[in-house]
C-alpha cells in the first residue's frame, strides 16, 4: 500500500520506503526501472541522492512525484519538502517548513495561540501523549498515577476535558479519549510567556529526573564551545531539523511510553567589542 508524503518531512525518507514498498511487491531491478523512468544517469548516482550525498533538481523532483503517482496536492507538499531538506539558509528554512504545515493533512499539528492554555501546566502534553495508548473513559485515577511527578485524578480529569474543549482529543467509537493529531509543534519562532513557563517547567522536571531515574533511562549531555555566527546560526538549523525528525520518529510506530526531549543552546560569553583601529 502507497504511504502518504504527508506523514514524512524527509523526501529521502519516503522515497526509501517507497522503493521498499516496490521490492515487497517483486519488483525487480527496481534501481533500474527507477532511472529509467526518471532520467537519472545510474542507480549509483540514485544511492547517492538518496543516501544525501547528492541532492535533486525541481525538475527532477516531479519526475519522482510522477514515479511515485502522487496526485496534485501530494506533489505539491513533496516538491516543498524537497526544498526543505535542501536548503541550507536558516530564514529560508522556516519559510518552506511553515508551508508544509499549512497543508492540513500534514503529519504536524500547529498548535494555535486559542490553545495556549495547553502549555500552562506541564502534565497536559503528558495526558495527551499517554492518551494515544492508555485505554480511558473516566478512569482518570489510573492515568493520574501513570505520570511522573504523579498528579491528582482530579488534576487528570480536568486535563482530559480541557484537551478535549481545545480539539487535541476526542472520544473514538469505543469511548476511550484519543488525541486527534500524533505530534503537536509550537513553531520555531513563536515567543510567548506561557511557553517559556511550559519551558521551565519542563527544566524543572529534566533536574528532578536527573535522580528519578537510573543513567540507562535517560540521557544528559552538554558541551561548551567557541564558535563564530555563521557557526552558531547552522547549529540552531540542525536543532530544528532534528525536532522535526523526532516528531517523524514518533508518527512511525505505536507508543507505549511518554518521554521529554528538550534542547537549550544559549551564550555563556559576550561577543568581542568592535575596535576602532589599531593603538597608537
Known amino acids: 500500500?502507497?504511504?502518504?508524503?504527508?506523514?514524512?518531512?524527509?523526501?529521502?525518507?519516503?522515497?526509501?520506503?517507497?522503493?521498499?514498498?516496490?521490492?515487497?511487491?517483486?519488483?525487480?531491478?527496481?534501481?533500474?526501472?527507477?532511472?529509467?523512468?526518471?532520467?537519472?544517469?545510474?542507480?549509483?548516482?540514485?544511492?547517492?541522492?538518496?543516501?544525501?550525498?547528492?541532492?535533486?533538481?525541481?525538475?527532477?523532483?516531479?519526475?519522482?512525484?510522477?514515479?511515485?503517482?502522487?496526485?496534485?496536492?501530494?506533489?505539491?507538499?513533496?516538491?516543498?519538502?524537497?526544498?526543505?531538506?535542501?536548503?541550507?539558509?536558516?530564514?529560508?528554512?522556516?519559510?518552506?517548513?511553515?508551508?508544509?504545515?499549512?497543508?492540513?493533512?500534514?503529519?504536524?499539528?500547529?498548535?494555535?495561540?486559542?490553545?495556549?492554555?495547553?502549555?500552562?501546566?506541564?502534565?497536559?502534553?503528558?495526558?495527551?501523549?499517554?492518551?494515544?495508548?492508555?485505554?480511558?473513559?473516566?478512569?482518570?485515577?489510573?492515568?493520574?498515577?501513570?505520570?511522573?511527578?504523579?498528579?491528582?485524578?482530579?488534576?487528570?480529569?480536568?486535563?482530559?476535558?480541557?484537551?478535549e474543549e481545545l480539539g487535541l482529543v476526542m472520544r473514538d467509537l469505543q469511548g476511550y479519549f484519543r488525541p486527534t493529531q500524533k505530534s503537536i509543534d509550537t513553531g520555531s519562532s513563536v515567543i510567548s510567556v506561557m511557553i517559556n513557563n511550559f519551558t521551565l517547567s519542563m527544566l524543572d522536571l529534566a533536574r528532578d529526573a536527573m535522580d528519578r531515574f537510573p543513567r540507562d533511562e535517560r540521557i544528559f549531555s552538554s558541551v561548551t564551545i567557541g564558535i563564530d555566527r555563521q557557526g552558531y546560526d547552522e547549529i540552531l538549523t540542525e536543532l530544528r531539523e532534528f525536532r522535526r525528525r523526532v516528531a517523524e520518529i514518533a508518527q512511525r510506530n505505536a507508543a507505549d511510553r511518554v518521554i521529554q526531549v528538550n534542547f537549550q543552546v544559549f551564550p555563556v560569553s559576550k561577543p568581542p567589542e568592535p575596535t576602532g583601529g589599531d593603538d597608537e
Open 1 to 163: 500500500m502507497k504511504k502518504s508524503p504527508f506523514l514524512y518531512t524527509d523526501y529521502r525518507k519516503y522515497l526509501n520506503d517507497f522503493i521498499e514498498t516496490m521490492k515487497s511487491k517483486g519488483s525487480d531491478n527496481r534501481y533500474t526501472r527507477i532511472c529509467k523512468e526518471t532520467g537519472i544517469k545510474s542507480p549509483g548516482h540514485l544511492s547517492l541522492i538518496l543516501h544525501g550525498k547528492a541532492n535533486i533538481s525541481i525538475d527532477l523532483a516531479k519526475r519522482f512525484a510522477s514515479l511515485c503517482r502522487l496526485k496534485s496536492r501530494e506533489t505539491r507538499y513533496f516538491l516543498t519538502m524537497v526544498q526543505f531538506n535542501q536548503e541550507k539558509k536558516a530564514g529560508a528554512k522556516k519559510e518552506l517548513f511553515e508551508q508544509l504545515i499549512s497543508f492540513s493533512e500534514s503529519c504536524i499539528y500547529r498548535v494555535g495561540p486559542h490553545h495556549y492554555k495547553y502549555y500552562d501546566k506541564w502534565y497536559h502534553s503528558v495526558i495527551r501523549a499517554l492518551l494515544e495508548f492508555v485505554p480511558v473513559k473516566e478512569n482518570f485515577d489510573e492515568l493520574a498515577r501513570m505520570t511522573v511527578p504523579g498528579i491528582r485524578p482530579d488534576q487528570a480529569k480536568a486535563s482530559v476535558n480541557l484537551l
